[in-house]
């Protein structure tokens, strides 16, 4: 089991070899009988050269996963065949065969399958993003739709928004005037954390705020973890590190009890809150629910509602100071519509095609999560091959979303490419599109909060556009992406100096 984590965790390639050749006598007594039986008369996907035992794990041994992985299928293809030990991985490169298989078999692999900590309220068995596609999952959407997320739930919270975006100004105002450096990440994190803590509780975290942030990037540094947990599943999964899940589990259970005790004691519940402490008083008898069950979702959602926009706030201010003339055509848009007077507003966003386009296209080279991972329920066929029942599927949504035959110079930050004057307006297109740009997931199990983040980043990036020039270190901001995680994130701080473009402060309507 320690050999084993050794080389998930790329760090003892010594390992790797002694177990190469061990394989080599063990492997027709282990899995080759296996794998023969399960997969007879099937044709399966094409597959990489692999090695015994450990199968195509020697082909994914680094930092990046998601660029490993494109680089295996530039080699061999977009539709492969994969094995880690004796687990069948199928892995989808391409805008196309994503297309065809969401269309067909999106209830097929509607589920994830993912080991759990059992007791944990972080990737516990509690948990929204662990729950099978069933009962609980559907009963948690619709909730979430109605009560936080959707279109009337959205509308209902635009002034948490609003004063939390005022506030985000007017701190980067007092950074202006006193000539300092700000790191966009990090102002980006206090505006999206405290819209989303109001947002699901009803109020803020006040005091625990810093706790919270750090529990936020050490869950961040950990994700890696969990891809290898939910491929390996047990026992080289949950296991491998059950410590440091249940030191993070008990710290963000203490932030969150604490929170909803005040919430209960002062009757401050969000309309979210309140629902769900209502099911789990089983006042409502559409599904009983426990405690634990509102701390798991809140947790999931804080993490997702959270870090995913707050990278994409910074990826999309990278991409923006790398492309002086976009810049200058967003802000050219964004002082033609919006009244020299007043500050940016959610209600804006419709009329600005152009910062629609340029954090579109942010999201579609920087993906917040750059890999799918589903598993098939049944068997089925994909593109005349078969794929066996219980195969995990890994949807390389970073490759799929820079697809030559899809998208025109798909390296290239182009924000032009989703501005509706260059793209056909036929029905059956937009359908395809849709599947085929699929930055937060796709189907049933895609992200529910797309349409907040598309909030929450659009109205950031507009105040910093609107409101400030920045004064960057050197030519070029690096893109470098952090190693080891399972979000795309950058590796080197973004600060610069925001510089006031009017000296009498904007207004805020909400």
Same mark, same amino acid.
């Given at each position: ?5 050794? @080389? ?7 390992? &790797? ?8 006598? &063990? ?37 990046? %996963? ?7 299928? !530039? $080699? ?8 880690? #030990? ?6 989808? +490169? ?25 007791? +944990? ?8 993003? *662990? ?41 980067? %105002?007092? $950074? ?7 790191? @966009? ?33 050490? /869950?961040?540094?950990? +994700? ?34 604490? +929170? ?13 809150? /309140? ?8 006042? /409502? ?17 804080? @993490?997702?509602? *959270? ?8 990826? /999309?201010?990278?991409? %923006? #100071? ?11 848009? %964004?002082?033609?519509?919006?009244? $020299? *007077? ?33 598993? #098939?329920?049944?068997? &089925? ?71 907040? !983040? ?44 925001? @510089? ?11």
């Amino acid at each position: 089991m320690a050999a084993a984590w050794f @080389i998930v965790d790329f760090q003892n390639s010594s390992i &790797c070899i002694l177990l190469c050749l061990f394989s080599f006598l &063990c492997y027709s007594f282990f899995f080759l009988k296996k794998r023969n039986n399960s997969g007879q008369g099937c044709v399966l996907p094409p597959s990489p050269p692999s090695l015994p035992i450990i199968g195509h794990l020697h082909l994914l041994l680094s930092p990046i %996963i998601h660029k490993s992985l494109q680089k295996l299928s !530039s $080699k061999h293809g977009p539709l492969l065949y994969l094995r880690l #030990f004796n687990v069948p991985i199928i892995l989808v +490169s391409s805008a196309s065969i994503a297309y065809e298989l969401f269309k067909t078999q999106d209830e097929n692999v509607s589920t994830r399958n993912l080991p759990t900590n059992e007791g +944990s309220i972080f990737f516990g068995s509690s948990g929204f993003i *662990t729950q099978p596609y069933g009962g609980y999952f559907k009963f948690v959407k619709k909730i979430v739709t109605t009560k936080l997320l959707g279109p009337q739930a959205l509308e209902r919270s635009r002034g948490i928004r609003a004063d939390e975006a005022n506030r985000f100004y007017l701190n980067l %105002i007092d $950074k202006a005037t006193k000539n300092e450096s700000v790191e @966009i990440a990090e102002e980006a994190m206090k505006l999206i954390s405290n819209s989303m803590c109001k947002m699901l509780l009803g109020k803020g975290f006040s005091e625990d705020q810093e706790k919270v942030r750090g529990l936020l990037d050490e /869950t961040d540094l950990m +994700s890696m973890k969990f891809f290898v947990a939910a491929i390996l599943r047990k026992p080289l999964g949950i296991s491998l590190f059950e410590k440091d899940l249940a030191s993070i589990s008990h710290r963000y259970d203490e932030v969150l009890e604490k +929170s909803l005790l005040e919430c209960e004691q002062h009757n401050q519940s969000s309309d979210m809150l /309140t629902v769900l402490l209502e099911a789990c008083q089983g006042k /409502t008898g559409e599904y009983k629910i426990t405690r634990n069950h509102i701390k798991s979702l809140f947790v999931d959602f804080f @993490i997702a509602g *959270t870090n995913n926009p707050t990278n994409t706030i910074k990826w /999309t201010m990278a991409e %923006i #100071f790398n492309n002086p003339k976009i810049l200058g055509r967003l802000r050219e848009e %964004i002082d033609s519509v919006i009244e $020299k *007077t007043r500050l940016i507003q959610e209600t804006d966003l419709p009329n600005l095609p152009y910062l629609q386009a340029v954090v579109k296209e942010a999201l579609r080279l920087h993906p917040p999560a750059p890999l799918i991972l589903r598993n #098939f329920r049944e068997a &089925c066929k994909v593109k005349g091959f078969d794929v066996l029942e219980k195969t995990t599927l890994v949807v390389n949504i970073y490759d799929v979303m820079r697809d030559p035959d899809i998208w025109e110079d798909p390296k290239e930050f182009k924000p032009e490419r989703f501005l509706p004057s260059s793209r056909s307006f036929q029905e059956d297109e937009i359908k395809e599109e849709i599947l085929k740009y699929i930055p937060f997931g796709i189907g049933r199990r895609g992200c529910p909060g797309s349409n907040l !983040s598309y909030l929450s980043v659009g109205t950031a990036i507009g105040v910093m556009v609107q409101c400030f020039d920045w004064k960057i270190e050197g030519d070029k901001i690096n893109m470098e992406e952090v190693p080891r995680t399972m979000t795309l994130t950058m590796a080197h701080p973004l600060k610069c100096t925001p @510089i006031l473009r009017n000296v009498k402060p904007l207004l805020s309507i909400v």
